[in-house]
């Protein structure tokens, strides 16, 4: 296993759309984080699985968002009713919970360009 | 709340040390993590230290913390121009279960 993916890689598309994006974590690891970067900031964070179940949101993640993660491996994230707003990179990490620490290991993202 | 500060850039020579420093505010921060992010790319994990530490050293790169000013530092050595980059300080508070808290990065810029 390479690490995390995601896919696409670039997303190009009309306000009003909805988009998805895809998020294949690191094959043993049973956490799955969502964050967004707009330019000049660091990752915010979106929302968090443990296996399939989704344990926190957070207040960023408006109504337009949601996730799901249906057998505890890939994530999907998709966007309703796109906004110029949406407009950012969109990042997927996982990691492993266990005593030695919770590492998050980040894909290279999905970049979102809302016109 | 949580916050997270870090200077936004960072101009070294090629050869010399390069020092980044990152301060919180969360006294109940577990682990501290380094990330480096190059142009168009996603994050990459460096180092990262968990609080009841002080020090960490992994190759060319020492983590230094200071709980008391809730100050943490990223020490690269011998600094190549591979080095440079966005370099990012987070925090967590314990448990992985309410994400990274991160800060807005650091510019390493090299001069030859």
Redesign the interface.
Known sequence: DTG?SQDPRHKITKRGQNVTFRCDPISEHN?L?W?RQTL???????T?FQNEAQ??K?RLLSDRFSAERPKGSFSTLEIQRTEQGDSAMY?C?S?L?SGT?????????TRLTVT | GEDVEQSLFLSVREGDSSVINCTYTDSSSTYLYWYKQEPGAGLQLLTYIFSNMDMKQDQRLTVLLNKKDKHLSLRIADTQTGDSAIYFCAEEEGGGADGLTFGKGTHLIIQP
């Not at chain 1, 000049?40 to 979106?46: D, H, I, N, R, W």
């Not at chain 1, 620490?101 to 993202?109: A, C, L, N, R, V």
């Open positions: 995390v956490r984080y964050y000049g900031q660091g990752p915010e964070f979106l968090y344990l926190e957070s990042l990490a990691s919970s620490g919770y590492e998050q290991y980040f894909g290279p993202g």
